[in-house]
T-cell receptor, first 113, second 114 residues
Framework: DAGVTQSPTHLIKTRGQHVTLRCSPI?????VSWYQQVLGQGPQFIFQYYEKEERGRGNFPDRFSARQFPNYSSELNVNALLLGDSALYLCASSLDPTPYEQYFGPGTRLTVT | DQQVKQNSPSLSVQEGRISILNCDYTNSMFDYFLWYKKYPAEGPTFLISISSIKDKNEDGRFTVFLNKSAKHLSLHIVPSQPGDSAVYFCAASGYGGSQGNLIFGKGTKLSVKP
């Protein structure tokens, strides 16, 4: 079975631009969470979606938004990019909204110049 | 203010010996704790977890111990193998009303030398 997939793998953007990151969960998983991992830190929670509804939001500005589609895939959007948004963006899927045994994708490495 | 702390950025252990990775937390509302392993260019991989109602959970070479009074947990790997070399993250949940919200420590890089 395929694991969590994310696209693109790497991305370079300029300050002020907009970016869309994509995630496909494991088949049968209905919950998707997004995390940001800055170099030298642990992953930090951004959003969780379950059955296409937002179930949780971390301490991130409104420039960050996300959505989940009927097939349970998800997009993370970041507007007005800042240098500090450079990070590894991780998507995790799970059967339900509980945090137990979330399965992570390989991440998208975003560099903002 | 970090709620989950891994105070050792790195740990080096000889193959076959025990690796002990430590994690401290500040929030008594946490009710579930997890350990993840991360190799470079890969996402974190779930390793083992423990509920706050237990003090020990074992899975093969991996054992997690929880000391609620000290707000401390540890991961023991016995025996350590070179393939265990990775960054290990401690994570906690149960606080903040968002069920899927995992709060991670900064990680400990484990190096197992042959």
């Amino acid at each position: 079975d395929a694991g969590v997939t994310q696209s693109p793998t790497h991305l370079i953007k300029t300050r002020g631009q907009h970016v869309t990151l994509r995630c496909s969960p494991i088949s049968g998983h209905k919950s998707v969470s997004w995390y940001q991992q800055v170099l030298g830190q642990g992953p930090q929670f951004i959003f969780q979606y379950y059955e296409k509804e937002e179930r949780g939001r971390g301490n991130f500005p409104d420039r960050f938004s996300a959505r989940q589609f009927p097939n349970y895939s998800s997009e993370l959007n970041v507007n007005a990019l800042l240098l500090g948004d450079s990070a590894l963006y991780l998507c995790a899927s799970s059967l339900d909204p509980t945090p137990y045994e979330q399965y992570f994708g390989p991440g998208t490495r975003l560099t903002v110049t | 203010d970090q709620q989950v702390k891994q105070n050792s950025p790195s740990l080096s252990v000889q193959e076959g010996r025990i690796s002990i990775l430590n994690c401290d937390y500040t929030n008594s509302m946490f009710d579930y704790f997890l350990w993840y392993k991360k190799y470079p260019a890969e996402g974190p991989t779930f390793l083992i977890s423990i509920s706050s109602i237990k003090d020990k959970n074992e899975d093969g070479r991996f054992t997690v111990f929880l000391n609620k009074s000290a707000k401390h947990l540890s991961l023991h790997i016995v025996p350590s193998q070179p393939g265990d070399s990775a960054v290990y993250f401690c994570a906690a949940s149960g606080y903040g009303g968002s069920q899927g919200n995992l709060i991670f420590g900064k990680g400990t890089k484990l190096s197992v030398k042959p």
